[in-house]
């Protein structure tokens, strides 16, 4: 059974750091790609970023809202995913979820609260 | 970045049968945006109900089926049920970038 389990959320200031990481399981996480994406309070779902398989030499994509201030990462050994946020805005404020393999499994989420 | 664009809401009659469409603002929506369905509860997460524009998984129920229509893709709902009411979002992928649509509302009634 394909578990993903997102922890590190929390509240944190604007203008601060936080990691998100995530915890898969059930299935071969190193042959997959995975992403990061996130819903605001009350809205749609918003793609955050992907990374790629070492077959793929890990490259990641993201979207332009997070580009140079987010960094999705992935260690295989350990079936983790993570998502370093710089640089924080009131606007990232959101439920990340973790997702995949191949945008077919999420986890149940984990909330960032950016606020002063 | 592209835009996709799906129906705000849409009801539909129990047993009925409802289409919901996904656009995208570059053209028409092929296969080679591997379209995906997602349906979200309210306080769960989503969900994934299609995946590369009309594979199911084991969990989606027969009464879903995707597709490509006027080029769009497209989610047919055929015999609803009270428990299909929920949000519904659609993703294309385009060249390493992934957009989500904003969401169409399915109310059964």
């Known amino acids: 059974e394909v578990q993903l389990v997102e922890s590190g959320g929390g509240l944190v200031q604007p203008g601060g750091s936080l990691r998100l990481s995530c915890a898969a399981s059930?299935?071969?996480?190193?042959?997959?790609?995975m992403d990061w994406v996130r819903q605001a309070p009350g809205k749609g779902l918003e793609w955050v970023g992907r990374?790629?398989?070492?077959?793929?030499?890990?490259?990641?994509e993201y979207a332009a809202s997070v580009k140079g201030r987010f960094t999705i990462s992935r260690d295989d050994s350990k079936n983790s995913l993570y998502l370093q946020m710089n640089s924080l805005k009131t606007e990232d404020t959101a439920v990340y979820y973790c997702v995949g393999p191949s945008v077919d499994y999420w986890g149940q989420g984990t909330l960032v609260t950016v606020s002063s | 970045q592209a835009v996709v664009t799906q129906e705000p809401s849409l009801t539909v009659s129990p047993g009925g049968t409802v289409t919901l469409t996904c656009g995208s603002s570059?053209?028409?929506?092929?296969?080679?945006?591997?379209p995906y369905w997602f349906q979200q509860k309210p306080g769960q997460a989503p969900r994934t109900l299609i995946y590369?524009?009309?594979n199911k998984h084991s969990w989606t129920p027969a009464r879903f089926s995707g597709s490509l229509l006027g080029g769009k893709a497209a989610l047919t709902l055929s015999g609803a049920q009270p428990e299909d009411e929920a949000e519904y979002y659609c993703l294309l992928s385009y060249s390493g970038a992934v957009v989500f649509g904003g969401g169409t509302k399915l109310t059964v009634l």
């Open positions: 059930g299935f071969t996480f190193s042959d997959h790609y």
């Open positions: 570059t053209g028409a929506v092929t296969s080679g945006h591997y």
């Open positions: 590369d524009t009309s």
């Open positions: 990374t790629r398989n070492k077959a793929n030499s890990y490259t990641t």
